[in-house]
Nanobody, 124 residues
């Protein structure tokens, strides 16, 4: 089992950058694919980015491709989401999640563990 804790959210202006961090407990962090999802008010939780166990493979939602970068440091049990050129439509609660499935996935239902989320608000 793994526990996840996000940090780094906040209120920024359009065009600004933020870096989210997600610290995982336990010694098995490198056994999990990791993902970032987000949920805006009144909307379903949606996929943002994912990274494989080793960090060698990444996936992005089309809406963030070229602006967001996911990375991980297995020695620090941490996954990051660097968000550049933020837009008001990026406003949401951002969640990190861990998946035990064999292949890197973008499907919410294939992530087994979730953090509590961190709020990102982008003003225009």
């Amino acid at each position: 089992q793994v526990q996840l804790a996000e940090s780094g959210g906040g209120l920024v202006q359009a065009g600004d950058s933020l870096r989210l961090s997600c610290l995982a407990s336990g010694r098995t962090f490198s056994m999990y694919h990791m993902g970032w999802f987000r949920q805006a008010p009144g909307k379903e939780r949606e996929f943002v980015a994912a990274i494989s166990r080793s960090g060698g493979v990444t996936r992005y939602a089309d809406s963030v491709k070229g602006r967001f970068t996911i990375a991980r440091d297995n020695a620090k049990n941490t996954v990051y989401l660097q968000m550049n050129s933020l837009k008001p439509e990026d406003t949401a609660v951002y969640y990190c999640a861990a998946s035990r499935v064999a292949l890197l996935t973008i499907l919410r239902e294939q992530y087994n563990y979730w953090g509590q989320g961190t709020q990102v608000t982008v003003s225009s």
